[in-house]
């Protein structure tokens, strides 16, 4: 019944990896969202995407990539991790003119 | 940077109504306002949003000042699990939300 869901929950990797963060919405809504949240704990936005546009916040490193391949689905791809990249990220998503962004449980990203 | 500027912190007793103030001095005409809360590792959660109108849902109720330039979030029985962190924003749709550093509200029993 999870509406918005991410894997991994949890992810330890090495400076210099590539990794993948998932998300999934059974929601049917058309709009999706990566969040990063710093250990400061602000939340910032980095991407929004539906099926006409994706739009980058341009204080995101071109490192990170959106990927989606279905209407459910938007994954972060991370290439050359690096320490500052640790954070949680969410996954969010929406229905164009609705009211409310449904979040994902987050992925707690530590980069050694 | 989220315009809007809010308490860094407030404690309210279990049982009574928690009254979360928010300034949003610059908010536009057609610019929202919307109360999400993180409670502590989890992702935000929509609480309510408005306009103009005060508006109420299960949740809580939503007053907004006549000039629009602040609002009160009210949760009118407040019990532990409200303890979070409570985040105003404006924003014209549901699809430009810009977090500031909230409100950190403590239940207490």
């Known amino acids: 019944d999870t509406a918005v869901s991410q894997t991994p929950k949890y992810l330890v990797t090495q400076m210099g990896n590539d990794k993948s963060i998932k998300c999934e919405q059974n929601l049917g809504h058309d709009t999706m969202y990566w969040y990063k949240q710093d250990s400061k704990k602000f939340l910032k936005i980095m991407f929004s995407y539906n099926n006409k546009e994706l739009i980058i916040n341009e204080t995101v490193p071109n490192r990170f990539s959106p990927k989606s391949p279905d209407k459910a689905h938007l994954n972060l791809h991370i290439n050359s991790l690096e320490l500052g990249d640790s954070a949680v990220y969410f996954c969010?998503?929406?229905?164009?003119?609705?009211?409310?962004?449904?979040f994902g449980p987050g992925t707690r990203l530590t980069v050694l | 940077d989220a315009k809007t500027t809010q308490p860094t912190s407030m404690d309210c007793a279990e049982g009574r109504a928690a009254n979360l103030p928010c300034n949003h001095s610059t908010i536009s005409g057609n610019e929202y306002v919307y109360w999400y809360r993180q409670i502590h590792s989890q992702g935000p959660q929509y609480i309510i949003h408005?306009?103009?109108n005060n508006e109420t849902n299960e949740m809580a109720s939503l007053i907004i000042t006549e000039d629009r330039k602040s609002s009160t979030l009210i949760l009118p029985h407040a019990t532990l699990r409200d303890t979070a962190v409570y985040y105003c924003?404006?924003?014209?749709?549901?699809?430009?939300?810009?977090f500031g550093t909230g409100t950190r509200l403590q239940v207490f029993p």
């Open positions: 408005g306009l103009k």
């Open positions: 969010a998503s929406s229905q164009l003119d609705a009211n409310e962004q449904f």
């Open positions: 924003i404006e924003a014209y749709n549901t699809d430009k939300l810009i």
